[in-house]
C-alpha cells in the first residue's frame, strides 16, 4: 500500500500563492498518475489537477492558467503551486496517487489508488 503525507496548506489572501507538497510512500510496483483533488462542504470532490507518469498534466478549467501541477519521480512527490488565488478556491486539497503492486498469489498486476489526508486552503477576500 501506499501512504500520502501533504503538507502546504494555509490561508492567503485573494490574488496570494501556495505550494501543496505529497509525499508518497510505501510499497508498490509503479506509480503512475499523481495529482490533486479538492472538495467543498456539500459538493463532491472534484479534479483540480493531474500529472501522469510521463508527465503529460490535466486541469480543470477552474484553474488554468493560475496552478500547475509537478512532480519529482526521485522522491516521488507530486506538487500543486497555486497563484492568483480566489476566495473561490477555498477548500480541503486532496492528494490522489494511482499505482500498481504485484500480487504475487495471483502473479497479476493489480491497479490501486492512494488519497491523502486533506490539506485546508483558505483564501480570504
Known amino acids: 500500500q501506499v501512504q500520502l503525507v501533504e503538507s502546504g496548506g494555509g490561508l492567503v489572501q485573494t490574488g496570494g500563492s501556495l505550494r501543496l507538497s505529497c509525499a508518497a510512500s510505501?510499497?508498490?510496483?509503479?506509480?503512475?498518475?499523481m495529482g490533486w483533488y479538492r472538495q467543498t462542504p456539500g459538493n463532491q470532490r472534484a479534479l483540480v489537477a493531474v500529472?501522469?507518469?510521463?508527465?503529460?498534466?490535466t486541469y480543470a478549467d477552474f484553474v488554468k492558467g493560475r496552478f500547475t501541477v509537478s512532480r519529482d519521480n526521485g522522491i516521488n512527490t507530486v506538487y500543486l503551486q497555486m497563484n492568483d488565488l480566489k476566495p473561490e478556491d477555498t477548500a480541503v486539497y486532496y492528494c490522489?496517487?494511482?499505482?500498481?503492486?504485484?500480487?504475487?498469489?495471483?502473479?497479476?498486476?493489480?491497479?490501486?489508488?492512494?488519497w491523502g489526508q486533506g490539506t485546508q486552503v483558505t483564501v480570504s477576500s
Open positions: 510505501g510499497f508498490y510496483r509503479r506509480i503512475n498518475r
Open positions: 500529472i501522469s507518469g510521463g508527465g503529460s498534466t
Open positions: 490522489n496517487v494511482k499505482y500498481t503492486v504485484a500480487e504475487l498469489a495471483t502473479e497479476s498486476i493489480d491497479s490501486r489508488q492512494s
